[in-house]
C-alpha cells in the first residue's frame, strides 16, 4: 500500500495498518503485504501476515483501527 491515498484514511498509512494488525491479532507478524480489494461486494483491504514463517490472510474493512478490527474474514493460514 506504498503510496496509498489519504483519502483511504487511517489504514492507508503505517500506522493505521499497524493499529490494524494489533486489532486481528496479527500485530507479530514478521512481514505484511497489504492490498487494497473487494470482497463479498464491500471496499477491503487483503492483508497477509507472516509470523514464525507461516503467512495467514485476512480480510479486513478499509475502516479498521485497533478499536474496531472490522473483520470481514478470519485468518486463514496459506500453503
Known sequence: MAGASSA?????????????????????????QAD???????????????????PTAYAVGRGCSQADASLLHQGTPLP
Open 8 to 32: 483511504l484514511g487511517h489504514i492507508g498509512t503505517t500506522g493505521g495498518l499497524t493499529d490494524c494488525l494489533g486489532a486481528i491479532g496479527a500485530g507479530g507478524a514478521q512481514m505484511v
Open 36 to 54: 487494497l480489494a473487494f470482497y463479498d461486494g464491500q471496499p477491503a483491504v487483503i492483508i497477509v501476515a507472516t509470523t514464525d514463517g507461516v
